[in-house]
């Protein structure tokens, strides 16, 4: 029976409540040993295995592996100045104890403060980018170019920490004595073989550092293993590379050694020695202590496919989500065309109107080629196998034939190709970075494109780098006769202007340019500026009006009323990140009866923006005058 609120009442006697948990009592009590711990059943673990150890390293490795060149450089830098701390503080406790072993308890805080705060350290990273490696998800130049940035960058800031030592009066004499004694043991007292030996010995150390890292659960356990082994480094009197490079540095600054000497005497076999006892301890050890099974929880996310022997050995491949699942037909698509443009699709049935618009825009160029992508969007759990892919690439070529009649009409070299993926949205800016477009065409409606983007990766990265120019169309039957061009300058609207002017060209669009300025005695300002604008852009034959309520939305909905078309340009937050998170506040996107097409060109956020993680985009504005 129900109860009067609804939930579901248990017919049960107070007592015979009693009486269960009493029995539930004595069968906990049977089940468990006398020291406490489960007699039967399953015990929880407080570890990971290594096979989760491992999935974790591989993780991060992706991760690190596809980042850009500057953020590895400047993760780098930081990082090689931080070991200068470790040198400070070795060499100051050292000669203010008068006791090497009390400056080696201070030793490891500067590896503390890298690995703790996510920096990127050399021999640190010889484990994570190997791992990947050795599964074939990334190739070996891949690898070695990872390598190089970190390396530079590592060198960089320990040479700028030398400087500081040796000319900023950081030392004080009894400690700067003591630091040219430390670098001298290295470079002058200790034969190459030996200097190779304990760098080995000290890259095992280290790599072992990050695998224990992963399979640690909170920071306390990660900061106290870092300490202890790098502890290990100067009471064991074995050598760090960056730390190394530092040394050296300060004696040449010190005149005391020879740049050439310095680094094939010293740093090249501590260079030798921790990269080939890093990558021991990753293949003779770590990797094959996993099961054949180690990555297989992790399958559904699309990492079945390796690179091919070729790839791994010559290749630049390396994607996130592991490696991108291609269409082999993409290899095929013109190289040499001279405007591209780049149509991502959902479905080809119901998008055969973006795909024309596409040909419209591309026939008002010489050479031009339109490249419909259908992004099929996988499944989170479906294995994406070489059957499984090409069942889906048969179904979707089918469906793409269509589109080629559609196409058929323009002056264009049409191509379509397939990618199957689990992360739509951002497989579109992944084949447009491969395929290098001039323009991507897309539609903006409801679909698995958009849907899925607010579950894939941070938008900002993706929105605020985009690698092409961006057209984002909300079809209203597509007629392009009348197009409205609202603007007050900026890069956006130079796209925007791109696109009218090429309808003007191929389909005689009559075309209006709308300017807003905030009251009448504003108007003559405003109309001498849009005028240079309009020449500056081609369009001197489009009707110009000049809006002076200062309500910009309100005057291109009633500019609207007599238009097809209406553009709008990037806000200064971007576009495409807005359109996915849905607080693009135009309500006249949603309130005008007429295609509206949004515009954005891709642009660098400031250098404020970037420290300080801000989304608003760098852009110049023309002003009024």
Same mark, same amino acid.
């Given at each position: 029976?129900?109860?009067?609120?609804?939930?579901?009442?248990?017919?049960?006697?107070?007592?015979?409540?009693?009486?269960?948990?009493?029995?539930?009592?004595?069968?906990?009590?049977?089940?468990?040993?006398?020291?406490?711990?489960?007699?039967?059943?399953?015990?929880?673990?407080?570890?990971?295995?290594?096979?989760?150890?491992?999935?974790?390293?591989?993780?991060?490795?992706?991760?690190?592996?596809?980042?850009?060149?500057?953020?590895?450089?400047?993760?780098?830098?930081?990082?090689?100045?931080?070991?200068?701390?470790?040198?400070?503080?070795?060499?100051?406790?050292?000669?203010?104890?008068?006791?090497?072993?009390?400056?080696?308890?201070?030793?490891?805080?500067?590896?503390?403060?890298?690995?703790?705060?996510?920096?990127?350290?050399?021999?640190?990273?010889?484990?994570?980018?190997?791992?990947?490696?050795?599964?074939?998800?990334?190739?070996?130049?891949?690898?070695?170019?990872?390598?190089?940035?970190?390396?530079?960058?590592?060198?960089?800031?320990?040479?700028?920490?030398?400087?500081?030592?040796?000319?900023?009066?950081?030392?004080?004499?009894?400690?700067?004595?003591?630091?040219?004694?430390?670098?001298?043991?290295?470079?002058?007292?200790?034969?190459?073989?030996?200097?190779?030996?304990?760098?080995?010995?000290?890259?095992?150390?280290?790599?072992?550092?990050?695998?224990?890292?992963?399979?640690?659960?909170?920071?306390?356990?990660?900061?106290?293993?870092?300490?202890?082994?790098?502890?290990?480094?100067?009471?064991?009197?074995?050598?760090?590379?960056?730390?190394?490079?530092?040394?050296?540095?300060?004696?040449?600054?010190?005149?005391?050694?020879?740049?050439?000497?310095?680094?094939?005497?010293?740093?090249?076999?501590?260079?030798?020695?921790?990269?080939?006892?890093?990558?021991?301890?990753?293949?003779?050890?770590?990797?094959?202590?996993?099961?054949?099974?180690?990555?297989?929880?992790?399958?559904?996310?699309?990492?079945? %496919? /390796?690179?091919? $022997?070729?790839?791994? !050995?010559? +290749?630049?491949?390396? *994607? &996130?989500?592991?490696?991108?699942?291609?269409?082999?037909?993409?290899?095929?698509?013109?190289?040499?065309?001279?405007?591209?443009?780049?149509?991502?699709?959902?479905?080809?049935?119901?998008?055969?109107?973006?795909?024309?618009?596409?040909?419209?825009?591309?026939?008002?160029?010489?050479?031009?080629?339109?490249?419909?992508?259908?992004?099929?969007?996988?499944?989170?759990?479906?294995?994406?196998?070489?059957?499984?892919?090409?069942?889906?690439?048969?179904?979707?070529?089918?469906?793409?034939?269509?589109?080629?009649?559609?196409?058929?009409?323009?002056?264009?070299?049409?191509?379509?190709?397939?990618?199957?993926?689990?992360?739509?949205?951002?497989?579109?800016?992944?084949?447009? %970075? /491969?395929?290098? $477009?001039?323009?991507? !065409?897309? +539609?903006?409606?409801? *679909? &698995?494109?958009?849907?899925?983007?607010?579950?894939?990766?941070?938008?900002?990265?993706?929105?605020?780098?985009?690698?092409?120019?961006?057209?984002?169309?909300?079809?209203?039957?597509?007629?392009?006769?009348?197009?409205?061009?609202?603007?007050?300058?900026?890069?956006?609207?130079?796209?925007?202007?791109?696109?009218?002017?090429?309808?003007?060209?191929?389909?005689?669009?009559?075309?209006?340019?709308?300017?807003?300025?905030?009251?009448?005695?504003?108007?003559?300002?405003?109309?001498?500026?849009?005028?240079?604008?309009?020449?500056?852009?081609?369009?001197?034959?489009?009707?110009?009006?000049?809006?002076?309520?200062?309500?910009?939305?309100?005057?291109?909905?009633?500019?609207?009323?007599?238009?097809?078309?209406?553009?709008?340009?990037?806000?200064?937050?971007?576009?495409?990140?807005?359109?996915?998170?849905?607080?693009?506040?135009?309500?006249?996107?949603?309130?005008?009866?007429?295609?509206?097409?949004?515009?954005?060109?891709?642009?660098?956020?400031?250098?404020?923006?970037?420290?300080?993680?801000?989304?608003?985009?760098?852009?110049?504005?023309?002003?009024?005058?």
């Amino acid at each position: 029976m129900d109860d009067s609120d609804g939930t579901e009442s248990n017919d049960v006697a107070p007592e015979e409540i009693g009486q269960e948990e009493l029995d539930e009592s004595v069968r906990e009590a049977i089940e468990r040993s006398k020291l406490g711990a489960p007699a039967v059943g399953e015990a929880v673990r407080d570890r990971f295995s290594a096979d989760e150890v491992f999935q974790r390293v591989i993780a991060a490795a992706d991760e690190e592996v596809t980042s850009g060149v500057r953020e590895l450089l400047f993760s780098g830098i930081a990082a090689g100045f931080a070991i200068s701390i470790t040198f400070l503080l070795y060499a100051s406790m050292s000669a203010a104890s008068d006791s090497a072993l009390v400056g080696a308890m201070l030793y490891p805080l500067g590896f503390i403060y890298i690995i703790i705060g996510g920096y990127q350290l050399y021999t640190e990273n010889t484990l994570p980018p190997v791992a990947l490696t050795i599964e074939r998800l990334a190739s070996l130049p891949a690898l070695l170019r990872h390598w190089g940035v970190v390396l530079a960058g590592n060198f960089l800031g320990g040479a700028a920490g030398a400087v500081v030592l040796t000319y900023g009066g950081v030392f004080e004499p009894d400690a700067a004595q003591e630091a040219l004694y430390i670098a001298r043991k290295g470079a002058f007292e200790t034969p190459w073989w030996s200097l190779f030996f304990k760098a080995l010995f000290a890259g095992l150390i280290v790599a072992g550092v990050v695998w224990v890292g992963y399979a640690s659960r909170d920071t306390i356990s990660r900061m106290l293993v870092v300490y202890l082994a790098f502890l290990a480094i100067p009471l064991g009197n074995l050598f760090h590379v960056v730390v190394s490079f530092t040394e050296a540095l300060y004696l040449m600054f010190h005149g005391e050694l020879a740049f050439v000497p310095g680094m094939t005497g010293f740093v090249l076999p501590v260079l030798l020695g921790n990269t080939i006892g890093g990558i021991a301890l990753v293949t003779v050890v770590n990797y094959f202590q996993t099961s054949e099974q180690r990555l297989e929880s992790a399958r559904f996310e699309g990492i079945e %496919r /390796r690179l091919s $022997p070729r790839e791994w !050995l010559f +290749g630049r491949l390396v *994607g &996130r989500s592991y490696v991108p699942i291609l269409d082999p037909s993409e290899t095929g698509l013109s190289e040499d065309a001279g405007y591209r443009i780049m149509v991502p699709i959902s479905n080809p049935r119901t998008e055969s109107r973006t795909v024309e618009l596409a040909c419209l825009l591309a026939s008002n160029y010489e050479d031009a080629v339109v490249h419909a992508v259908h992004v099929v969007q996988a499944p989170e759990r479906m294995s994406l196998g070489s059957r499984q892919r090409q069942r889906i690439t048969s179904a979707s070529e089918k469906q793409l034939e269509s589109l080629h009649d559609t196409a058929a009409d323009y002056d264009i070299r049409f191509e379509t190709s397939t990618t199957v993926t689990h992360r739509s949205f951002e497989e579109v800016f992944n084949v447009a %970075r /491969r395929t290098e $477009p001039d323009l991507v !065409l897309m +539609g903006w409606t409801h *679909g &698995r494109l958009w849907s899925a983007a607010r579950a894939e990766r941070p938008l900002a990265e993706l929105t605020n780098r985009l690698p092409c120019d961006f057209l984002v169309v909300k079809d209203r039957g597509l007629d392009t006769s009348k197009f409205l061009l609202p603007t007050a300058g900026g890069p956006d609207s130079d796209l925007s202007a791109e696109v009218a002017r090429a309808l003007q060209s191929v389909a005689d669009t009559e075309v209006t340019i709308l300017h807003v300025v905030d009251g009448p005695e504003r108007v003559d300002a405003g109309e001498r500026f849009i005028r240079e604008w309009a020449v500056d852009r081609n369009l001197t034959d489009a009707d110009i009006i000049i809006d002076d309520s200062g309500d910009v939305e309100a005057a291109i909905k009633r500019a609207a009323q007599d238009h097809t078309v209406v553009a709008l340009g990037a806000t200064e937050q971007g576009l495409l990140s807005r359109l996915v998170t849905q607080t693009l506040h135009l309500d006249v996107v949603d309130e005008v009866d007429c295609t509206v097409m949004l515009s954005e060109r891709p642009s660098e956020r400031s250098i404020i923006g970037r420290l300080f993680g801000s989304d608003r985009r760098e852009r110049s504005t023309p002003k009024e005058s």
